[in-house]
């Protein structure tokens, strides 16, 4: 519980600082206030979600999930309401979507960044039970589930038990709470692929999930499950490989008393009988070996204390939300804003302790010498959360940083993710805030990966080549949106943003020919970008524009990457004035971006995660999150305050159930976007220190920083009526900019806002105040 006690120090620390001059935050604390079900449904205004779902699915959920968790850990005690093997219920393997009515079971780490797939799956039966993937299900009460950081409950109302899940940093531990029955069952299995199961004594159930290239079980892919209750009969199971009579379970794959099995879903059954009101605990580690899950478990979970697992479990929340402490704003606003900035906690997860066995990116049992952290999901979190990161938590970026670098060294390159590179993001953003680091070491590989065409950069010798990717209409796929394809436009984008994040990052280590050479590069967003049509378009090997093409079409992966041609236009946020230019100027800049947020999107394909609509633009995705606010460099910032506001107030918990989300939140990325938004500013792009100012939901915002100094964030004259700045002060000075650079508050600081019912057009709209781009902004 290191990280805890710090965490309760910074708490401490801005408890004393608030008291001390600028007021204690009133009412309910964060931790009280988050709600981990935030995210786990879909919106449900047709307007605001587009054309999706295609016919036959539902509608995208932010994918989040309401399990039991420490900040960043890769244990999570978790709900399952989704079979995902038998549904089709997203893009990834959600483990839980709101709506659903029944549970089929629980995990406890051993999972992947999506719990659908975690090992093992534990569940309560009362009466009659079915090997899985055919798994029984309870009905549960919805009125009574709760969910808070640290804790999950849940009335399995079908069957009479309750359900209760916590978690320490590496072990879960579930509490059942069964009726008086002689028929009380845990059935425990190896979802999916499944492994080996072995039953130990009548306490104890171990096993090993079978090994997967992809490493699902960050946390260790052999796991100890330990009961408080004695079996009084157990045995095992596996799916069927055929069955009898075509029926795929045959009763030879139900073993009484049998101790060990192997294969797809296998597991094991334990049978109790219970007294009304009895309790049965399970408690379940993972690890590189059994040893290691063992030792795991002694270290974090000796006993059955679950009441006081779940204590320092908030405890640990506590300290970690309460660096943010708001007032002011609705209720239900203070509750979005702690429970989306709770969602930013789910990545990179933390793999081993210091001086802890983990198996490495090779599969390789090491010794952590660090922290080690998994990897970082660059296009995803990259975009945002990491400077939410490096604004709260730099000693855990240190650790991130570092982990990068191991796997890089035994990868050989860097990790990346999707189409583009974007790991300089974390490093020179890093470096900009003041984190130590080596980053002359992460230098070399982020290097190899941006020169070396066997390295993860997909088409980087005809990047290299010609400064741009071609495309091609996917053969057979006549009609968007275009499942294959090389996404050629979007790479070339992402290529050129991360090629100027690192002639800066060259420059900055005194490397100057490598500066030069990718400042060259980073302008080659202009070789696909289509003057004739006034947007970025795909061209084919000879260099001959594609067509037909419609830019509102959200083309998955043809020219694009799972967005349309209006929303891949703004992805050049290191040179927003050469954008304009290409654009006509600066009043041409200004009205394509009006057109983006109000023409009517009503494309012919669908994409099933854009959703969260205004105009074009998509809040559900990542490719153009950062567009509401580019008006900064337009000079009309107060076109990004209304859209903030609106964006906020109707794409984040406006459906019945008020924890819908749109599209994906992508482990923290979604949720960032709100929780720094609702604050009143935003890293438009995350490799600068430069953050574009908003409209804040708060009265007060007191934000401690890592280093414990504290931003505070006033607005006077606040409400949902007055959602615009009509002048601004940093430091008692006045400020005239509609952006701020980290050096101005990293020390601390005092942003005060005076806000309005209507804009006020004078303010940040001088040309000498637009914020810093590549190319300068055309008057």
Same mark, same amino acid.
């Given at each position: #519980?290191?990280?805890?006690?710090?965490?309760?120090?910074?708490v401490?620390?801005?408890?004393?600082t608030?008291?001390?001059?600028?007021?204690?935050q009133?009412?309910?604390?964060?931790?009280?206030?988050?709600?981990?079900?935030?995210?786990t449904?879909?919106?449900?205004?047709?307007?605001?979600?587009?054309?999706?779902?295609?016919?036959?699915?539902?509608?995208?959920?932010?994918?989040?999930?309401?399990?039991?968790?420490?900040?960043?850990?890769?244990?999570?005690?978790?709900?399952v309401?989704?079979?995902?093997?038998?549904?089709?219920?997203?893009?990834? @393997?959600?483990?839980?979507?709101?709506?659903?009515?029944?549970?089929?079971?629980?995990?406890?780490?051993?999972?992947?960044?999506?719990?659908?797939?975690?090992?093992?799956?534990?569940?309560?039966?009362?009466?009659?039970?079915?090997?899985?993937?055919?798994?029984?299900?309870?009905?549960?009460?919805?009125?009574?589930?709760?969910?808070?950081?640290?804790?999950?409950? @849940?009335?399995?109302?079908?069957?009479?038990?309750?359900?209760e899940?916590?978690?320490?940093?590496?072990?879960?531990?579930?509490?059942?709470?069964?009726?008086?029955t002689?028929?009380?069952?845990?059935?425990?299995?190896?979802?999916?692929?499944?492994?080996a199961?072995?039953?130990?004594?009548?306490?104890?159930?171990?096993?090993?999930?079978?090994?997967?290239?992809?490493?699902?079980?960050?946390?260790?892919?052999y796991?100890?499950?330990?009961?408080?209750?004695?079996?009084?009969?157990?045995?095992?199971?596996?799916?069927?490989?055929?069955?009898?009579?075509?029926?795929?379970?045959?009763?030879?794959?139900?073993?009484p008393?049998?101790?060990?099995?192997?294969?797809?879903?296998?597991?094991?059954?334990?049978?109790?009988?219970?007294?009304?009101?009895?309790?049965?605990?399970?408690?379940?580690?993972?690890?590189?070996?059994?040893?290691?899950?063992e030792?795991?478990?002694?270290?974090?979970?000796?006993?059955?204390?679950?009441?006081?697992?779940?204590?320092?479990?908030?405890?640990?929340?506590?300290?970690?939300?309460?660096?943010?402490?708001?007032?002011?704003?609705?209720?239900?606003?203070?509750?979005?804003?702690?429970?989306?900035?709770?969602?930013?906690?789910?990545?990179?997860?933390?793999?081993?302790?210091?001086?802890?066995?983990?198996?490495?990116?090779?599969?390789?049992? &090491?010794?952590?010498?660090?922290?080690?952290?998994?990897p970082?999901?660059?296009?995803?979190?990259?975009r945002?959360?990491?400077?939410?990161?490096?604004?709260?938590?730099?000693?855990?970026?240190?650790?991130?940083?570092?982990?990068?670098?191991?796997?890089?060294?035994?990868?050989?390159?860097?990790?990346?993710?999707?189409?583009?590179?974007?790991?300089?993001f974390?490093?020179?953003?890093?470096?900009?805030?003041?984190?130590?680091?080596?980053?002359?070491?992460?230098?070399?590989? #982020?290097?190899?990966?941006?020169?070396?065409?066997?390295?993860?950069?997909?088409?980087?010798?005809?990047? #290299?080549?010609?400064?741009?990717?071609?495309?091609?209409?996917?053969?057979?796929?006549?009609?968007?949106?275009?499942a294959?394809?090389?996404?050629?436009?979007?790479?070339?984008?992402?290529?050129?943003?991360?090629?100027?994040?690192?002639?800066?990052?060259a420059?900055?280590?005194?490397?100057?020919?490598?500066?030069?050479?990718?400042?060259?590069?980073a302008?080659?967003?202009?070789?696909?970008?289509?003057?004739?049509?006034?947007?970025?378009?795909?061209?084919t090997?000879?260099?001959?524009?594609?067509?037909?093409?419609?830019?509102?079409?959200?083309?998955?992966?043809? #020219?694009m990457?799972?967005?349309?041609?209006?929303?891949?236009?703004?992805?050049?946020?290191?040179?927003?004035?050469?954008?304009?230019?290409?654009l006509?100027?600066?009043?041409?800049?200004?009205?394509?971006?009006?057109?983006?947020?109000?023409?009517?999107?009503?494309?012919?394909?669908?994409?099933?995660?854009?959703?969260?609509?205004?105009?074009?633009?998509?809040?559900?995705?990542?490719?153009? &999150?950062?567009?509401?606010?580019?008006?900064?460099?337009?000079?009309?910032?107060?076109?990004?305050?209304?859209? @903030?506001?609106?964006i906020?107030?109707?794409?984040?918990?406006?459906?019945?159930?008020?924890?819908?989300?749109p599209?994906?939140?992508d482990?923290?990325?979604?949720?960032?976007?709100?929780?720094?938004?609702?604050?009143?500013?935003?890293?438009?792009?995350?490799?600068?220190?430069?953050?574009?100012?908003?409209?804040?939901?708060?009265?007060?915002?007191a934000?401690?920083?890592?280093?414990?100094?504290?931003?505070?964030?006033?607005?006077?004259?606040?409400?949902?009526?007055?959602?615009?700045?009509?002048?601004?002060?940093?430091?008692?000075?006045?400020?005239t900019?509609?952006?701020?650079?980290?050096?101005?508050?990293?020390?601390?600081?005092?942003?005060?806002l005076?806000?309005?019912?209507?804009?006020?057009?004078?303010?940040?709209?001088?040309?000498?105040?637009?914020?810093?781009?590549?190319?300068?902004?055309?008057?």
């Amino acid at each position: #519980m290191r990280r805890a006690t710090r965490w309760a120090g910074a708490v401490a620390l801005a408890t004393l600082t608030a008291s001390g001059g600028h007021g204690q935050q009133a009412g309910p604390s964060g931790v009280d206030l988050a709600d981990p079900r935030v995210g786990t449904a879909p919106l449900d205004r047709p307007e605001l979600i587009g054309n999706a779902p295609p016919p036959g699915e539902p509608t995208y959920s932010g994918i989040t999930s309401p399990g039991a968790r420490l900040p960043h850990s890769a244990v999570e005690a978790a709900p399952v309401n989704v079979n995902v093997p038998l549904s089709y219920p997203t893009g990834v @393997a959600t483990p839980y979507y709101y709506s659903n009515p029944t549970m089929i079971g629980f995990t406890a780490g051993g999972g992947p960044t999506y719990g659908g797939r975690a090992q093992p799956f534990v569940m309560p039966v009362v009466g009659d039970w079915t090997v899985p993937p055919a798994s029984t299900q309870a009905y549960y009460d919805k009125a009574k589930e709760v969910a808070s950081p640290g804790y999950y409950a @849940a009335d399995l109302t079908s069957i009479g038990v309750r359900a209760e899940l916590t978690a320490t940093r590496a072990t879960g531990l579930m509490r059942f709470t069964f009726p008086a029955t002689e028929r009380a069952h845990l059935i425990l299995n190896l979802n999916r692929r499944g492994g080996a199961i072995e039953v130990v004594n009548d306490r104890t159930v171990r096993g090993a999930a079978t090994a997967n290239d992809d490493h699902d079980a960050r946390d260790g892919r052999y796991f100890v499950a330990i009961f408080s209750k004695p079996f009084k009969r157990f045995g095992t199971f596996r799916k069927a490989a055929g069955g009898g009579q075509g029926y795929g379970i045959g009763g030879s794959d139900v073993l009484p008393d049998a101790r060990t099995i192997e294969g797809g879903f296998a597991g094991a059954y334990a049978d109790f009988t219970t007294r009304a009101g009895e309790q049965v605990l399970v408690k379940i580690a993972h690890g590189a070996s059994y040893a290691d899950a063992e030792a795991r478990l002694r270290a974090e979970s000796p006993g059955w204390d679950f009441d006081g697992m779940r204590g320092a479990a908030r405890a640990a929340w506590s300290g970690l939300l309460d660096r943010v402490q708001v007032s002011g704003g609705s209720e239900k606003q203070r509750r979005l804003f702690y429970s989306t900035l709770f969602q930013s906690f789910a990545s990179p997860r933390l793999i081993a302790r210091k001086g802890e066995r983990f198996a490495d990116s090779n599969g390789k049992v &090491q010794t952590a010498t660090h922290d080690r952290y998994g990897p970082v999901p660059f296009w995803d979190t990259g975009r945002n959360q990491i400077v939410l990161l490096e604004l709260l938590e730099p000693q855990v970026v240190q650790d991130i940083m570092a982990s990068e670098l191991d796997m890089a060294r035994e990868r050989g390159f860097m990790n990346t993710s999707f189409h583009g590179d974007n790991a300089v993001f974390l490093y020179l953003g890093a470096m900009r805030r003041g984190i130590p680091f080596d980053y002359a070491a992460a230098y070399g590989y #982020m290097r190899k990966n941006a020169t070396d065409p066997a390295g993860p950069r997909g088409y980087l010798a005809e990047y #290299m080549r010609r400064g741009w990717i071609s495309d091609e209409v996917p053969a057979g796929n006549p009609s968007p949106p275009y499942a294959g394809g090389k996404a050629g436009a979007a790479t070339t984008l992402e290529y050129a943003w991360d090629d100027h994040a690192m002639a800066e990052l060259a420059e900055r280590l005194g490397r100057r020919d490598d500066a030069a050479m990718f400042r060259r590069r980073a302008a080659n967003w202009r070789n696909v970008f289509d003057k004739r049509t006034g947007f970025v378009r795909g061209r084919t090997e000879d260099g001959k524009w594609i067509a037909p093409f419609d830019p509102q079409e959200p083309y998955y992966n043809f #020219m694009m990457k799972e967005a349309s041609g209006w929303s891949t236009l703004w992805l050049v946020p290191h040179d927003v004035g050469g954008l304009a230019g290409a654009l006509g100027g600066r009043a041409a800049f200004n009205a394509k971006l009006d057109r983006f947020f109000a023409t009517p999107y009503t494309p012919k394909g669908i994409c099933r995660d854009c959703t969260g609509m205004v105009g074009q633009y998509v809040q559900g995705n990542q490719p153009d &999150q950062h567009a509401p606010f580019l008006y900064a460099w337009g000079g009309q910032p107060w076109k990004t305050q209304a859209l @903030a506001r609106r964006i906020l107030d109707r794409l984040y918990g406006s459906d019945a159930s008020g924890f819908g989300y749109p599209g994906m939140d992508d482990q923290g990325a979604t949720s960032s976007w709100y929780a720094l938004t609702a604050l009143g500013f935003y890293p438009v792009d995350p490799s600068s220190d430069v953050y574009m100012l908003a409209s804040p939901v708060f009265d007060r915002a007191a934000v401690t920083l890592g280093n414990g100094k504290v931003l505070e964030i006033v607005a006077t004259n606040n409400g949902a009526a007055n959602p615009y700045i009509q002048s601004a002060t940093l430091n008692g000075r006045p400020w005239t900019k509609a952006w701020f650079r980290h050096d101005d508050v990293k020390d601390g600081a005092r942003l005060e806002l005076v806000m309005g019912p209507t804009p006020n057009k004078a303010w940040g709209s001088a040309p000498a105040d637009a914020p810093p781009t590549l190319t300068p902004m055309p008057r």
